[in-house]
C-alpha cells in the first residue's frame, strides 16, 4: 500500500514500485503513473491505487466426471493487472485520501471472477471426462484447458487482467472412491508382498534345507570317520595283543629256557659235586686204607724202624733245606721225643 503522510490541511503520498496510482481532481487527471510521489489535498482528491505485480491465486473447486463422480481440484493461477486504468474503470481500486486503504475489496472481487471462470472451464472439461482419465490424464489437460480459458476470457479481458500462468496440484476423487481405487493396488502390492515375503521364506527353506543337508553330510562323514578311526584302533589294538602275546610267549620260552638251562646247569653242577664228593670219599677211603695198611705194616716194628719212618715222613714234609747242621744234642733229643711219642701210656 501507499505510505501516505498528513499534515494541517495536506497529505503527502509515497507509492511503490509495484503500484499503479492515479490522482483525480474532480474530472481532471493530476498525477497517473507507477512509484509517484507528490502532494494532494485529502478533501479533493480521488486516488485509486492498482497493484502491477503478478500475484498468485490457490483455486480449490469440486467437478463432476462423466460417469458422476465427484473430483476435487487444486490448481494455483498466477495473474497480474496489465492494463491498471481499465481495471481501475471496471473495479473499485479506490483508498481512503487520509488512511491509504482500500474502501472496498476489488482484489476478493478479482480473485472470484477468476476462480468462478476456472472452474467453469474445467468443470466443462471434466464433464465429457472418465474418472479413471481424469485421475491418469487429467493434469496436464486440464492446466493447458484452463489456462487457455482464462487468457480468452472476456470478463477478465475487459478487466485489464493477463493470467501469467496455471499450475494444477492434485486432481482427488471422494474419499470413499478414492479409498475404493486404491484397493486393487493396494491388494497388488499386498500381493506383491506377500509374493516376496512367500519368496523369502521358500528362499530360507531352502536355505535351511541345504545347511541340514551339509549338517547331515558332515555327520555322516564324522560318523565314517569314526568308523575308520574305531577300526584303525581296532586293528593297532589287535596288532599291540598280538605283539604283547608274542612278546609273553617269547619271554616264556625263554624264561623256560633259562629255567632248563638253569635246571641243567644245576643237575650238571650237582652231578659234578657227587662226582667230586664220590672221588673226595673215595680218594679218602683210599687213603684211610692206605693209612691202615701201613699203620698195619709197622705195627710189630721195633723203635728203631718207627724213628726210621717218622724221620722219613718228617722229611716228606719239611721244605727244601738247602744245608742241615745237626749236633749230637739236637739228635739226642729228637729221638728221646720219638720214643716217648711211641711208647705206651
Not at 83 to 111: M, N, S
Not at 172 to 186: G, H, I
Not at 217 to 231: C, D, G, H, N
Request: proline share 4%; aromatic share 4%.
Amino acid at each position: 500500500m501507499a505510505d501516505i503522510s498528513k499534515v494541517p490541511f495536506l497529505c503527502h503520498l509515497r507509492g511503490t514500485p509495484t503500484a499503479y496510482i492515479r490522482h483525480q481532481r474532480g474530472a481532471a487527471v493530476a498525477h497517473e503513473g507507477v512509484g509517484l510521489v507528490f502532494w494532494y489535498r485529502p478533501r479533493t482528491a480521488v486516488i485509486s491505487e492498482v497493484p502491477v505485480d503478478d500475484r498468485e491465486l490457490a483455486v480449490l473447486f469440486h467437478a463432476r466426471t462423466a460417469d458422476f463422480q465427484d473430483v476435487a481440484v487444486q490448481a494455483t493461477v498466477t495473474y497480474r493487472i496489465a492494463d491498471p486504468v481499465l481495471a481501475a474503470t471496471r473495479l473499485d481500486f479506490g483508498i481512503d485520501p487520509e488512511l491509504g486503504t482500500w474502501r472496498e475489496k476489488p482484489l476478493d472481487q478479482l480473485a472470484g471472477m477468476i476462480n468462478e471462470s476456472a472452474q467453469e472451464y474445467a468443470s466443462d472439461l471434466l464433464a465429457r471426462t472418465s474418472l479413471t482419465t481424469a485421475l491418469t490424464e487429467g493434469v496436464p489437460v486440464i492446466r493447458e484447458r484452463v489456462t487457455d480459458g482464462l487468457r480468452g476470457d472476456p470478463r477478465l479481458v475487459q478487466t485489464g487482467v493477463s493470467v501469467v500462468g496455471v499450475r494444477v496440484v492434485a486432481v482427488r476423487p471422494a474419499p470413499d472412491v478414492e479409498k475404493t481405487l486404491r484397493t486393487p493396488t493396494r491388494e497388488q502390492i499386498q500381493t506383491e508382498a506377500d509374493r516376496a515375503t512367500y519368496g523369502r521364506r521358500a528362499l530360507a527353506v531352502e536355505q535351511e534345507r541345504r545347511i541340514a543337508e551339509n549338517e547331515l553330510q558332515s555327520k555322516i562323514e564324522l560318523a565314517v570317520r569314526a568308523e575308520r578311526l574305531v577300526t584303525q584302533e581296532g586293528a593297532n589294538e589287535q596288532r599291540r595283543m598280538t605283539e604283547q602275546a608274542a612278546a609273553r610267549i617269547a619271554a616264556a620260552a625263554e624264561a623256560e629256557r633259562a629255567e632248563t638251562a638253569a635246571r641243567s646247569q644245576a643237575e650238571r653242577v650237582r652231578v659234578e659235586a657227587a662226582a667230586r664228593a664220590e672221588a673226595v670219599r673215595l680218594v679218602g677211603q683210599a687213603e684211610a686204607e692206605a693209612e691202615a695198611a701201613r699203620v698195619a705194616a709197622v705195627t710189630g716194628l721195633d723203635t728203631s724202624a718207627m724213628v726210621a719212618l717218622a724221620v722219613r715222613d718228617l722229611a716228606d714234609h719239611l721244605p727244601a733245606i738247602g744245608a742241615l747242621t745237626i749236633t749230637p744234642d739236637v739228635v739226642t733229643e729228637t729221638v728221646a721225643r720219638f720214643v716217648r711219642a711211641g711208647t705206651p701210656r
